[in-house]
């Protein structure tokens, strides 16, 4: 077996956005194209030779090339060992337990989460780092930099490995490892949870479940939790069988994609407890019957009952939310007097404030929940967690969501997404918004009276380093908000996300329809963002 070195030229599109580098299958099946983007994160992390990396993806369509083409580049550059989950899968939550678990040096995972896959689709890589996390700004912007004036990489002349047996073997001089990619997961989620007492309850008879994997990772990881060990009926885990195209769906567990699930849990005779996950099984969705959690809610419910779950039962440090996500969160934090810190969207910027111990619980709008047993937001873990409360109260989860709403009062929340416009008038828009900046604060619309208005730049509390343009906010008076921002992990054109939050103290109004409820506010983003003519459209893509 003899080291390749192929001479190459940068491409100039490897920028990593909010969640690694995503782009179409076909981007990174051009020659050279992942070859690249992987020398370009050995050459750029310092030490990492003899290290050990883990590697793993959601299933999609190229998951199991690259992950041949990840190994012999290895190889090459010198790693000492590589933890590939078998069958070339691993959920990216369950790739932070493994880099965690072995002291890793990080690992690299293969995803574009919940865009779609196969061959029309869309494929992904994410690094990670030694604490399990999203690598942080200075490290993705030194992959980028290496990116742009590559001119070789190293490969491992080799035939392909078999990745679909448990075991160890030589490539080259590095070790292979490959791992069953539950076994450590389950044994985490056994260390947080009361498995005994969620047992009881799944089994008790009076108690059903639907979890949807859509046809993605998390399908092995549901069915071994769900039904193998807490005594779940078989059948419980809908579309378990990670498939390349996950089906003809787009793997993104809302109430618009999860269908399968949603048609059960609005039918007659639904199930107790909905829940589904997305391509790499970080985000999540919780529905109750004929109800869902908006997962701004859910981040502070599960901070209101944290007490009531073994892992959790000693207190929170703190809690963080991304910007954008609904500050209901904030409210119980402030009972609990506990900090509640505000960060630019992804997962990456809460991986200094859980390194050092200030926050306990995180999450973000956009269905990620998750704390500081890992470094990325997990999917099966939320799901656990209502479990938890849920075999600990004995409510439903409509009640448990109302009584939260009775005692805080309520923040209707929601994001619309314009897709796939032309970028140059979406940074129309964004200009045309900021514009207005030094107008908007006191002018009235109706009964909101603009309080704030500004780009939102986060300076890290840990390590100081400062992330500007975040998200354009207003902010009214009686804390409700509109933001305003371009989407980091779109393929095509450009994604404007509008976040619409108003609270309502009164319980009378709590059944009111959220976009009802958020009527005026979205009339309002409308005056100020010219929504409608920058974009072309009547109405959002997807609401969620
Ligand atoms: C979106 C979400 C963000 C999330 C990111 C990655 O980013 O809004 O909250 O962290 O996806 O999640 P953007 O830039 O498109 O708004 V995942 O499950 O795609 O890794
Ligand atoms: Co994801």
């Known amino acids: 077996m003899s080291i390749q070195v192929v001479l190459t030229q940068p491409f100039t599109d490897q920028k990593p956005g909010t969640s690694g580098l995503?782009?179409?299958?076909?981007?990174?099946?051009?020659?050279?194209?992942?070859?690249?983007?992987?020398?370009?994160?050995?050459?750029?992390?310092?030490g990492i030779g003899g290290k050990t990396l883990v590697l793993g993806g959601d299933g999609r369509y190229y998951n199991r090339q690259?992950?041949?083409t990840i190994l012999k580049m290895a190889a090459a550059n010198g790693i000492g060992r590589v933890l590939v989950g078998c069958g070339g899968l691993l959920s990216?939550?369950?790739?932070?337990?493994?880099?965690?678990?072995?002291k890793a040096y990080g690992g690299i995972i293969l995803s574009a989460s919940h865009n779609p896959g196969g061959p029309d689709g869309d494929f992904g890589v994410k690094f990670n780092i030694s604490n399990g996390g999203p690598a942080p700004e200075k490290v993705t912007e030194a992959i980028y930099a290496r990116s742009r004036?590559?001119?070789?990489?190293?490969?491992?002349?080799?035939?392909?490995?078999?990745?679909?047996?448990?075991?160890?073997?030589?490539?080259?001089?590095m070790d292979v490892e490959v791992m069953d990619p539950v076994a450590s997961y389950l044994k985490l989620m056994e260390s947080l949870f009361d498995f005994d007492r969620i047992k009881d309850l799944l089994t008790s008879g009076n108690f059903s479940m639907c979890m949807d994997s859509m046809h993605?990772?998390?399908?092995?990881?549901?069915?071994?939790?769900?039904?193998?060990t807490l005594g779940a009926q078989p059948g419980t885990v809908i579309n378990g069988e990670p498939l390349e195209d996950f089906g003809g769906g787009h793997p993104d567990p809302n109430l618009v994609y999860a269908k399968a699930l949603v048609e059960k849990m609005f039918a007659d005779e639904a199930p107790d407890f909905g829940a589904a996950s997305d391509g790499d099984g970080d985000r999540n969705m919780i529905l109750g019957r004929k109800f869902f959690v908006t997962p701004s809610d859910s981040l502070a419910i599960l901070t209101a009952n944290a007490h009531l779950v073994p892992g959790y039962k000693d207190g929170l440090k703190g809690v963080a939310r991304s910007m954008p996500t609904s500050s209901a969160v904030d409210r119980v934090a402030q009972k609990l007097g506990i900090d509640c810190y505000e960060t630019?969207?992804?997962?990456?910027?809460?991986?200094?404030?859980?390194?050092?111990?200030?926050?306990?619980?995180?999450?973000?709008?956009?269905?990620?929940?998750?704390?500081?047993?890992?470094?990325?937001?997990?999917?099966?873990?939320?799901?656990?967690?209502?479990?938890?409360?849920?075999?600990?109260?004995?409510?439903?989860?409509?009640?448990?969501?109302?009584?939260?709403?009775?005692?805080?009062?309520?923040n209707f929340y929601s994001r619309h997404d314009y897709e796939e416009v032309d970028p140059t008038r979406a940074a129309e828009l964004v200009e045309y918004v900021r514009s207005q900046f030094s107008s908007l604060p006191g002018r009235q619309f109706g009964k909101y009276t603009v309080a704030l208005a500004d780009d939102f730049c986060y300076t890290d509390p840990v390590d100081g380093s400062v992330s500007k343009n975040q998200g354009l906010r207003i902010v009214f008076t009686d804390g409700s908000r509109i933001v305003f921002r371009l989407s980091g992990t779109g393929t095509k054109g450009a994604t404007i996300r509008v976040y619409l939050e108003s609270y309502e103290p009164d319980a009378n109004k709590h059944h009111l329809d959220t976009q009802l409820a958020l009527k005026h506010l979205i009339a309002i983003a409308e005056e100020i963002a010219q929504i409608k003519k920058f974009t072309g459209m009547d109405a959002p893509t997807v609401i969620t």
């Open 22 to 46: 995503r782009k179409p299958v076909r981007v990174f099946q051009q020659p050279n194209y992942l070859e690249n983007f992987i020398q370009s994160i050995f050459d750029s992390q310092e």
């Open 66 to 68: 690259a992950i041949q």
């Open 92 to 102: 990216t939550p369950a790739t932070s337990c493994i880099i965690r678990e072995n």
């Open 149 to 173: 004036e590559i001119q070789r990489y190293q490969i491992l002349q080799a035939a392909d490995v078999n990745i679909d047996r448990i075991g160890s073997f030589k490539l080259g001089t």
């Open 216 to 228: 993605a990772v998390t399908g092995p990881y549901a069915k071994r939790i769900f039904e193998e």
């Open 344 to 410: 630019p969207t992804g997962w990456k910027f809460f991986g200094n404030l859980l390194d050092a111990d200030k926050v306990t619980l995180c999450g973000e709008e956009s269905f990620g929940t998750g704390s500081n047993h890992i470094r990325e937001k997990d999917g099966l873990w939320a799901i656990l967690f209502w479990l938890n409360i849920i075999a600990v109260r004995r409510q439903s989860v409509e009640e448990i969501v109302k009584a939260h709403w009775q005692e805080y009062g309520r």
